[in-house]
């Protein structure tokens, strides 16, 4: 599971912001007081295409049980906490029109090679459903490796708020 929060947060340092979807809901402070609280992640899937071909498929937690050390807590002062195994990390964030923006400092993760040090990173997903205690998010990135490929990673992770 430590490796579970290492790859979200990898994963998430190269996503950035899609298409909105849901142009009805404006009201950003109606989002921001539905956002705050604790969420648990019950399932997060990303697919990675190499030149347009699905290449991965990564069902980094898929769960129907809550498992208290997996959420992400968004504070009503525009900060947050991210906790997994590896430990927790705090963020601030700001939500408006259907777009997550997460903004991570600089930190350091233990693992059992040795310890790893992430840059500070910000990251901007869309909110698909936040409703009846439910939160969908998803990010969607393209990059060209060194080889000139193209990689494209799409990201769905949905939580439930308890």
């Known amino acids: 599971m430590k490796k579970y929060l290492l790859v979200f947060v990898s994963v998430i340092a190269l996503l950035y912001s899609c298409k909105k979807d849901n142009p009805s809901n404006n009201n950003n402070t109606n989002q ?3 956002i705050s609280g604790k969420w648990y ?8 295409y190499k030149n347009g071909v699905l290449s991965r498929i990564v069902n980094q937690l898929s769960s129907t049980t809550i498992d208290p050390n997996y959420y992400i807590q968004f504070n009503d002062d525009g900060t947050g906490i ?6 927790s990390i705090n963020f601030t964030y700001t939500l408006s029109n259907n777009k997550l923006t997460t903004n991570y400092p600089s930190h350091t993760e ?20 936040l409703a009846d205690g439910r939160l969908e998010l998803f990010y969607d990135d393209s990059t060209t490796d060194g ?16």
């Open 32 to 34: 921001q007081t539905k």
């Open 41 to 48: 992640y019950m399932q997060d899937t990303v697919l990675e």
């Open 82 to 87: 991210s906790s997994g195994d590896s430990g």
């Open 110 to 129: 233990s693992s059992p090679g040795g310890a790893i040090t992430f840059p500070a990173f910000s990251n901007q997903g869309t909110v698909k459903m």
């Open 147 to 162: 080889s000139g490929n193209v990689i494209r990673d799409t990201e769905a992770a949905y939580y439930i708020k308890q």
